[in-house]
């Protein structure tokens, strides 16, 4: 299971950015082989739909969920139709808390 | 023709009060006076008149549609929608349209080598001139802008809304745009057509952050401006130094007073009713009229 976290850095330590389509990093983390990689988030400067970028870029990285703060109206129905589950967390997490949560899941 | 638009950054603070009243002082004037009611989202400058004659233009805007029975997906017209408006995953077979961010520009149907893609009209809005009662004699005329329910883009039926009355206007008439609150699109589409903007404030805190918003946007855009103090007698004194460490003049302060309100609610407008705030027109009138012409 591939899980995409939305975070302000590119190491485990870093923050959960809770802006979803504006995050600077990715971090994609691979739950049966334990690998976890950061891509950086293609449209964070995007002028509009930054959202929707982000959802395309989510999938494409083969994503079947995806942990951030906040979720827009014109993200959720994209991420319903692609079967990609949306996990809002709030609060401070690292990436590193996160990937122990998912594994202890 | 002169074109005048009346804005605020703040909502709430009279632009439909000063806009509707100052018509009215214009028309006794015996100006050719053509009030454009601009805030497409919310116009109310109906309320104060009582239209006869009216024609309708519709606004219209075009949306792509896709044919699934002719589309590869090769992703070529999402790549090149400056607006991530084109949701599109290859591998799934999927594409979507996200409406809100669609400016109708039409590069999708353009790209595509498959002719996938159609542009398809909707309508969005319209503009309904209005000869008022006495409109009608003394050339005076009304325009009103207003968007379809659920329509999310004002910007198209506002320009649609500022042709009509610049194309209404006679060569030594004057247009005056009521403008949407804010200092976004809709703000920007509104006065960027205008020759002036008189920007209506109060003295309160809210007023001033809203004002030098506002004030910002046009000083990048090299606009004229002006400005009203309405409610006047309320606050502070920050609003009129900050407008004194701008340079723009002060047409007239407008000070709060209930019944004014009072005839707002009910439709009416002050100056037919209150010689007070009639009088307080005619000056903010004298003082416009000296700095446009």
């Given amino acids: 299971m591939i899980t995409a976290i939305s975070c302000s850095g590119n190491s485990m330590d870093s923050q959960v950015d809770t802006r979803f389509g504006r995050c600077p990093f990715f971090a994609i983390f691979d739950s049966e082989s334990g690998k976890l990689r950061f891509e950086e988030n293609p449209g964070k400067e995007a002028e509009s739909g930054a959202g929707p970028a982000a959802v395309k870029f989510i999938a494409s990285q083969g994503a079947q969920k995806i942990v951030s703060g906040e979720f827009g109206f014109k993200v959720k129905p994209l991420f319903d139709q692609l079967d990609i589950q949306m996990i809002s967390i709030e609060g401070n997490k690292t990436v590193r808390e996160i990937m122990e949560l998912l594994k202890s899941n | ?293």
């Fill in chain 2, 1 to 293: 023709m002169v074109k005048i638009a009346i804005a605020s950054g703040k909502g709430g603070t009279g632009k439909t009060f000063v806009s509707t009243n100052l018509y009215h002082v214009m028309k006794m004037k015996g100006e050719s006076v053509i009030l454009a009611d601009c805030d497409a989202e919310e116009p109310n400058d109906i309320n104060f008149f009582h239209p006869e004659i009216k024609d309708e233009e519709i606004v219209k805007r075009t949306l792509p549609e896709f044919d699934l029975t002719k589309c590869v997906f090769c992703g070529k017209c999402a790549d090149s929608c400056a607006f991530n408006a084109i949701f599109m995953i290859p591998g799934r077979r999927k594409v979507k349209l996200i409406d809100d961010l669609c400016h109708g520009c039409g590069v999708c149907s353009y790209v595509c080598d498959f002719r996938a893609v159609k542009e398809k009209i909707h309508k969005t809005g319209k503009v309904s001139v209005f000869y008022s009662e006495t409109g009608c004699k003394d050339g005076s005329v009304f325009i009103e802008g207003r968007m379809c329910e659920g329509a999310r883009n004002p910007v198209p039926v506002i320009a649609a809304t500022v042709n009509k009355a610049v194309s209404e206007c006679t060569e030594a008439g004057i247009v005056l745009l009521d403008s949407p609150p804010g200092s976004s699109c809709s703000f920007v589409n509104t006065v960027s057509r205008a020759d002036f903007v008189i920007l209506v404030t109060e003295p309160t805190p809210f007023g001033l952050n809203d004002l030098k918003l506002a004030s910002e946007v046009l000083a990048k855009m090299k606009k004229k401006c002006l400005a009203v103090i309405n409610k006047s007698g309320m606050g502070n004194g920050d609003v009129y130094s900050f407008l004194l460490s701008r340079h723009i003049p002060v047409l007239a302060e407008l000070p709060y007073d209930k019944n004014s309100a009072s005839y707002y609610s009910e439709g009416k407008l002050a100056v037919m009713f209150d010689d007070r705030m009639r009088n307080r027109f005619l000056v903010l009138y004298d003082n416009l009229i000296k700095l446009i012409k």
